[in-house]
């Protein structure tokens, strides 16, 4: 459970202790007036009414100024609510739905997370370069645990998360602000890459190095489901398994290893490692997108619903048809090479 926490206009008591009957929270209680007139209200619900609770705050403050909505985790509540014997088989039944319905995030929440990894600040810029000179020292070195390092640092993948998430939900400035992201960041990588390039004295032949200049369509598998693996942690909030999304999907060995190619003219290998990061970034947002629409993740009005499907179905089909041409590339790419 958690506490939703209401700070409002002493007008919309009633209101809120309507919504929380409505919804049959589990409790419900009231602070002093402040002397603006605000009153702080706790709500007690369940999960699987937490979004619902939501909703229709969000409804009847939807012209209002001067209030704050807050969700509180809550780790133990004492005493533990005590059922009637006719209900005991009931909750049985309910365990599991409940159970679920308790790991599941509300769209508010899961736009707070995303809104913060889509951010373009001075932190996105220095991760950045960070794991871009870690991940170019390890494929000039030929050391796949360095590699892996900069995988796990990287940030590239919330970007791409928030931008699928904002397509849902038809955020057009989380939209715009992750395209941003995902630009500067790819691009600072290789510029980066490049300038390792000019001056490392090694040689740029590794193992590693060149596994990152061409793309086979199994990896196409493992993108896609690495975007599903990361869109459904978000939903269910299992966040640990991001750093095993980070590791798997590779974002950033491939741009760095643009950058590298071009550094020293190879620019067949370069144009192998951009199908790789490509095609992995399509991935990533064609089926994370696919995810948020079978979980159910949604604007909360009506109108707002209906333009974001559109935005929606142009998304998925935009991704489809680039994907679909990424392959006829690759399909090129390896003919002219047999």
């Known amino acids: 459970m958690k506490i939703i926490e209401v700070i409002a206009d002493a007008a919309h008591h009633d209101t809120i202790r309507a919504i929380a009957e409505q919804l049959q929270v589990e409790d419900i209680w009231f602070g002093p007036q402040n002397e603006d007139g605000r009153i702080a209200t706790r709500i007690l619900t369940q999960p ?5 609770v939501l909703d ?15 969700i509180i985790p809550l780790d133990t509540a ?3 609510p005590v059922e009637a014997k006719e209900q005991q088989e009931e909750e049985k039944t309910k365990e599991k ?13 899961i736009l707070a997370q995303v809104e913060k990894d889509a951010l373009l600040d001075n932190n996105f810029i220095l991760l950045v370069i960070l794991s871009a000179i870690v ?25 791409n998360i928030a931008f699928s998430l904002g397509a849902s939900l038809g955020e057009k400035e989380l939209v715009l602000e992750s395209l ?12 980066f890459s490049i300038g390792i390039g000019l001056v490392w004295p090694g040689n740029f032949d590794s193992i590693e190095l060149m596994s990152r200049t061409d793309v086979a369509y199994s990896g196409t598998a493992i993108a896609l489901a690495s975007g599903a693996a990361a869109s459904l942690s978000l939903v ?4 640990s398994v991001l750093v095993g999304v980070m590791v798997a ?23 192998g490692a951009g199908l790789l990061l490509a095609v992995n970034i399509v991935c990533i947002n064609l089926s994370s997108k696919l995810v948020f629409l079978f979980r159910g993740i949604k604007p909360r009005t009506w109108l707002e619903a209906h333009k974001a499907k559109q935005s929606r179905l142009l998304y998925i089909g935009v991704w489809i048809i680039m994907l679909a041409l990424l392959f006829f590339m690759i399909y090129l790419r390896q003919k002219t090479q047999s």
């Open 97 to 109: 739905e409940r159970k679920k319905a308790a790991m599941m995030s509300t769209r508010e929440e």
């Open 180 to 191: 941003k992201s995902i630009f500067v960041g790819i691009m600072v990588a290789i510029l």
């Open 249 to 271: 999907v590779a974002l950033m060995p491939p741009a760095v290893t643009i950058g590298l190619m071009l550094s020293i003219g190879a620019y067949n290998d370069a144009l």
């Open 236 to 239: 269910s909030g299992t966040s």
């Open 135 to 159: 991940a170019a020292i390890g494929l000039l070195e030929n050391n796949l645990a360095v590699i892996v390092g900069a995988m796990v640092i990287a940030p590239l993948l919330g970007p």
């Open 48 to 52: 699987e009414n937490r979004q619902k």
């Open 78 to 80: 004492l005493p533990k």
């Open 56 to 70: 229709a705050l969000q409804t009847i403050f939807h012209n209002a100024d001067n209030y704050h909505v807050l």
